[in-house]
């Protein structure tokens, strides 16, 4: 869970009345006198306090409160980032029960006043990611989008598969393993022997697969896509005719399947897919650049003209937009 730090300093900084005037490089509160605290020999003022406060993580806390106003022009309707909120919360909840731990005194020893204020800092979560994942949806060129739709999008296929698993237990030695692959590879050449006899399919699904979510209905996997399956099983089928089984055992991690090709649907139009290809594109992207959300933003802030009058806030937001 997140250390809240950021969080109070925003609601102090915020409290301070954040309307500053020019003077040199240095940000100055408007009227930065006031005493905030005291005690013998010492008094703080709302100055001290803000000087304080900015080397203590006060630029995170500023582009938080920017990316926040930023992600709420941006994203104006909450309803989804509400649900996805809920089902965190949801989540952690279950999570700390089931450890015997109180949620809400989690979420106090974490710094958050109650549910609320966490659920608004995970709505702002989800908002932001939206933001990042929206701009560079924008940046994909058509031909991008169209090399994808060519090279990985398919109509969805129907088979009839029979799955042979390797008999053994996690421990068992290389020798046990590779004595279990053999033996599954075997006993699924013998099935594909029984169909060139002339066997019926299902029956055999019924009878020897061990996929326990289609062997009762003969083996039956319909209607999936390219992405939905491990790459051995897409390939066999793809090659294959309606009304073809492969000849050969097809080796996948579960074990070795036997295919029977059914039908494939025609390939989906360009606009029926586009969404769906923008997103995996830019998830791919995400996943393959660490970095990218963080050089994204750089990006959408500066589309807002940020600018920055304190030396200090610069300096430390360099050093996080160049990690």
């Known amino acids: 869970m997140k250390n809240k730090k ?51 993580g006060g630029s995170q806390v500023f582009m938080n409160m920017i990316d926040n106003y930023i992600a709420d022009k941006e994203i104006e309707d909450d309803e989804e980032a509400e649900e996805y909120a809920n089902s965190q919360i949801e989540a952690y909840q279950t999570q700390y029960e089931q450890q015997g731990q109180d949620f809400n005194e989690v979420l106090t020893s974490s710094g958050y006043k109650n549910i609320g204020e966490f659920k608004e800092e995970l709505i702002h979560s989800y908002k932001k990611d ?48 590779e004595a279990a692959e053999e033996e599954a590879k075997k006993q699924a050449e013998e099935i594909i022997q029984k169909l060139d006899d002339g066997a019926d399919f299902e029956e055999l699904a019924k009878e020897y697969s061990e996929d326990e979510g289609t062997k009762e209905d003969g083996g039956l996997l ?11 099983f897409w390939d066999a089928s793809y090659n294959l005719k ?59 802030r500066e589309k807002y003209n940020l600018n920055i009058s304190d030396s200090e806030i610069q300096d430390g937001y360099d050093r996080l937009t160049e990690e």
Request: hydrophobic content about 30%.
């Open 222 to 232: 319909e209607n999936f896509s390219k992405d939905s399956v491990v790459t051995e």
């Open 130 to 177: 939206q933001v990042v994942e929206n701009y560079l949806k924008d940046e994909l060129t058509d031909e991008e989008i169209e090399d994808y739709y060519d090279e990985n999008i398919f109509g969805d296929m129907t088979v009839r598969h029979i799955l042979i698993k390797p008999d053994t237990d996690s421990d068992a030695s290389d020798e046990d393993q």
């Open 6 to 56: 950021g969080k109070l300093l925003i609601v102090t900084m915020c409290s301070l009345l954040l309307l500053t005037t020019g003077c040199g490089n240095e940000t100055k509160l408007k009227d930065g006198k006031e005493v905030v605290g005291e005690i013998d020999g010492y008094t703080i003022t709302a100055e001290d306090l803000y000087a304080e406060l900015k080397t203590q």
């Open 242 to 300: 309606d009304g073809e089984y492969t000849k050969e055992p097809v080796k996948s991690d579960y074990g070795y399947h036997v295919i029977l090709r059914v039908s494939q649907k025609e390939k989906p139009e360009l606009d029926e897919v586009r969404d769906t290809i923008e997103e995996t594109l830019v998830n791919n992207q995400l996943n393959e650049d660490t970095t990218l959300s963080t050089k994204t933003w750089v990006k959408i």
